[in-house]
């Protein structure tokens, strides 16, 4: 898996200060320079009257100005499975490779034993692995290597079928059918702040599949690296909660 940030509004923390001044100024806010927006805001320089109106309109629940800053993510390599997860926000934008038009043709299947084209879940090679709603604990190196002799040999059969397939004349879109849901795809998602911070709430936690929870921790970080004080107080007073962030 690969996450990149492939673009992002700037200043959105500016951005996200001027649109909450908005509310209570009787001025119009494009007219004014940032230092006259913050002029009222509790701090000693710009970057501390950020902290404190981000802070403020976080832990007041006022999530309505981290709507107006937009990133982009470009993704590689999450299963189906992953994606089906993900594309159920129905408030970000997805565009998601194709397997009617992009065809698998030239992977030896092979190296799909060895992780090529298809995610291996840990449960398939980590014998102390206990995944949720998993009947039974850890197991025995034994067990371990069994389970990821049959799962190889599945899918690695799966992607031979369907290499069989297109050379029999069969569209990928049909042929497609017989791949495994681990299939690897690549996504671009383009979501607001307050939209990321929900899908944090809803997929970084405990209780969400490893999947998907490993993805959206690399985006959490992505994120509080472009909007650093929003997502440093997130991380820090708002993860692992439910906070309501749904727009």
């Known amino acids: 898996m690969d996450v990149r940030l492939l673009e992002a509004t700037q200043n959105p923390?500016?951005?996200?200060?001027?649109?909450?001044?908005?509310?209570?100024?009787?001025?119009?806010?494009?007219?004014?320079?940032?230092?006259e927006v913050m002029s009222t805001v509790e701090g000693d320089s710009i970057e501390d009257k950020q902290e404190t109106l981000i802070g403020h309109l976080l832990s007041h629940g006022h999530y309505g100005p981290f709507e107006h800053p937009q990133a982009t993510f470009a993704i590689e390599g999450v299963s189906r499975s992953c994606m089906a997860q993900i594309t159920r926000h129905r408030h970000v934008s997805f565009d998601v490779q194709s397997m009617r038009y992009v065809s698998f043709d030239d992977v030896d299947p092979d190296d799909v034993r060895d992780g090529e084209l298809v995610v291996f879940p840990p449960s398939a090679t980590d014998p102390d692995w206990v995944g949720r709603n998993q009947k039974s604990g850890q197991v025995d190196e034994e067990t371990v290597e069994k389970r990821?002799?049959?799962?190889?040999?599945?899918?690695?059969?799966?992607?031979?079928?369907?290499?069989?397939?297109?050379?029999?004349?069969?569209?990928?879109?049909?042929?497609?059918?017989?791949?495994?849901?681990?299939?690897?795809v690549n996504i671009v998602m383009s979501m607001n702040a307050r939209m990321l911070m929900h899908i944090a709430d809803m997929r970084a936690a405990a209780d969400a599949q490893w999947e998907i929870r490993q993805m959206t921790e690399s985006i959490l970080d992505l994120a509080e690296e472009w909007c650093p004080i929003t997502f440093e107080y997130y991380n820090e007073n708002m993860k692992n909660r439910k906070n309501r962030l749904a727009p």
Do not use: H, W
């Open 148 to 184: 990821e002799e049959i799962f190889a040999d599945t899918v690695a059969n799966a992607v031979e079928s369907y290499q069989e397939l297109l050379d029999l004349g069969m569209p990928p879109e049909d042929a497609r059918f017989v791949l495994p849901i681990g299939t690897k």
């Open 13 to 35: 923390e500016e951005l996200i200060c001027r649109a909450a001044r908005n509310d209570y100024m009787s001025e119009f806010v494009a007219d004014q320079s940032f230092e």
